[in-house]
């Protein structure tokens, strides 16, 4: 009751004999390098900075950007909410008032330092008015010293949605 | 010493040059691309010399370059210096000296002359083979133990263990080879692979001899330490095995040595097994007596042949940066196919309109010749290749069983009946 007998591989001559195994193998590995020789596109593999990958998901956390109202002014209102959240301390917000009425305070100063953050995407939940987003889809930045990893309020702005999301 | 002798010994170590040392480069291409192409990878394609690529070659001379330049270093705890230095000349030496007595075409007859298409002609092959190829291990085992360093001489016993056990199965597989051969010269064996078995099937030695050449062959992959039979170098367990404490072009060396071996162990399956430099159902004189067919059968083919292999190219070797150099690479190469046909098909027209004396159908017998054993010694080396991507490595104890519980009786029954059968038959 309840034993389950697991036969035994390995004791026949065919198995003992290894050479048809093997010759199976070489079967496998031998289709795979046709066909790849063949038409070399059949490879999955991306030639890297020439070509781009295709398979980010609209949910992927890359570098933020700072969405705009209608009338393209930042939608943030300074409220610090995402700078709260935040646990790597990587955001610098300095607020002023706003002078055009469509609302009462607006970030002179939003910087994001890339080299602090994680990545985690706490500063987009945290965010009351959807002013903070990751959906930029950009997951590789390069640059030459460690100032310029902190993007400041008009990088942010300038950062478009990647195509797909919304 | 006349200049045809010169010529042709000259001709012989070049071309003993070339399929050793001038294909390592083209074999540590295969090698890689090959892998990549068997798991579904690309390999190395992005190095270029102005845009030409060659489909990844290149990447082999950067690399070779690299190990050059790279720093020499020694660790200080390394005591026998000159032994240490040593090793990898020994492993590279054997393995390009084994190469000498490998034959590239038929005795070539110029003048009524002959001479043996041999980098050193002579006529115990066989012997200067074995010689060689036994001497090789002390590279091994010497830089394992002159490295003062534990992953290192394990992989130097492991290396020397193995090689002692393969030693003596692939010499008993020699044996029954040479019972059906008759002699030690390796013209000798490949000439007697271009007869034919029952009027029909070519006598190479895998069809006279089929479980000698596969015992031939399991040994070869042991003797020259590549998987499934490389725990010398066993990466998981020993670091890098007896070449862990080298750098630069002292492990160049090893580097080179190992893919001559694997040359050396190619060309020897193809001498002894697979018909040399024979083209099946050709043998010598059927392509003296018929060259002028041979010729025009070229003819049509290479360039259908040329025009296929160009199609290829322009399909498969495109760079998505349309501005890059390695785009410009196609129109090249398919100008040097174009040229490089034109230039054969004129000579062979030449060949075939005015005719070829009696040396000059000697001579092209002999490059075709040469060119067959090229192409065989090619796929052959693929086929190590192959079965290093395919197969897992063994574990020692299984190794051990292997060769002597299982190789080496089946190698000992097959040299008693063979030689039961010789001397039944009487051959």
Redesign the interface.
């Known amino acids: 009751m309840g034993v389950k007998i697991v036969p035994r591989h390995g004791d026949s001559l065919k198995e003992k004999l290894y050479l048809l195994a093997i010759v199976g193998g070489l079967k496998v590995t031998f289709s795979h390098f046709m066909k790849n020789l063949k038409d070399t596109s059949n490879i999955e593999t991306i030639c890297y900075p020439e070509e781009q990958p295709k398979d980010i998901t609209s949910r992927y956390r890359g570098v933020h950007r700072l969405t705009k109202r209608e009338d393209d002014s930042v939608r943030c209102v300074a409220c610090f909410m995402c700078a709260t959240a935040c646990p790597a301390e990587c955001i610098f917000i300095e607020a002023v008032e706003r002078e055009d009425g469509v609302d009462e305070k607006m970030p002179s100063k939003f910087s994001i330092d890339l080299l602090e953050c994680v990545f985690c995407g706490g500063c987009v939940e945290a965010c009351p008015c959807d002013a903070i987003r990751m959906d930029t889809g950009i997951f590789s930045f390069v640059k030459k010293n460690r100032e310029d990893f902190v993007l400041d309020r008009d990088t942010l702005l300038s950062h478009k949605p990647m195509k797909g999301s919304n | 010493m006349n200049s045809t002798l010169v010529s042709i010994v000259i001709f012989n170590i070049v071309m003993a040059l070339i399929v050793s040392l001038v294909f390592v480069p083209v074999l540590v291409w295969m090698e890689r691309r ?1 892998a ?7 390999g190395p ?1 992005r190095c270029n010399i102005a845009g030409v690529r060659l489909g990844g070659l290149v990447q082999s001379f950067a690399d070779m370059l690299k190990l050059v330049f790279k720093e020499d270093y020694r660790a200080g705890a390394v005591k026998e210096k000159m032994l240490f230095t040593l090793s990898p000349v020994i492993v590279f030496a054997t393995a390009y000296l084994s190469f000498m007595a490998i034959p590239f075409a038929d005795d070539l007859v110029i003048d009524d002359k002959s001479y043996i298409m041999q980098a050193l002609p002579m006529e115990f092959g066989m012997l200067w083979i074995l010689a060689f190829a036994g001497l090789g291990i002390y590279g091994l085992m010497l830089g394992g133990w002159a490295s003062n360093n534990k992953y290192s001489l394990l992989g130097g016993i492991r290396a020397a263990a193995q090689v002692v056990s393969y030693e003596a199965v692939m010499g008993l597989s020699i044996v029954s080879m040479l019972i059906v051969y008759g002699s030690i010269h390796m013209g000798d064996m490949v000439r007697f692979q271009g007869n034919l078995v029952w009027g029909f099937i070519p006598a190479w030695g895998i069809i006279v001899q089929p479980v000698a050449a ?1 015992l031939f062959i399991i040994t070869a992959f042991a003797e020259t330490n590549r998987a499934p039979f490389d725990i010398a170098e066993g990466e998981s367990e020993i670091v890098g095995g007896f070449h862990t404490e080298y750098s630069a072009m002292r492990f160049g060396l090893f580097f080179v040595g190992e893919y001559i071996a694997m040359g050396v162990a190619s060309a020897l399956i193809v001498t002894l097994f697979l018909g040399g430099y024979q083209i099946p159902w050709l043998n010598t004189e059927v392509l003296k007596n018929n060259i002028t067919t041979i010729f025009a059968v070229l003819i049509v083919t290479i360039p259908i042949l040329s025009y296929m292999f160009a199609g ?1 190219i322009k ?2 070797n495109v ?3 349309k501005n ?1 150099a390695r785009n410009r690479e196609t129109k090249w190469l398919i100008t040097g196919i174009v040229i490089i046909n034109i230039i054969i098909i004129l000579f062979l027209g030449i060949f075939l309109l005015f005719g070829i004396g009696e040396n000059g159908v000697n001579i092209s017998v002999a490059a075709l010749q040469v060119m067959t054993f090229v192409v065989k010694l090619l796929m052959m080396n693929f086929f190590f290749i ?2 290093r ?3 897992a490595r063994f574990r020692y104890d299984q190794l051990q069983n292997l060769a002597w519980k299982v190789l080496l009786p089946i190698a000992i029954a097959n040299v008693f009946i063979t030689g039961t059968f010789v001397v039944m038959l009487g051959v």
């Open positions: 090959v990549g192409f068997m798991q579904d990878r690309l394609n596969i290829w399909k498969n760079w998505l940066d890059d192959w079965v991507w395919t197969l």
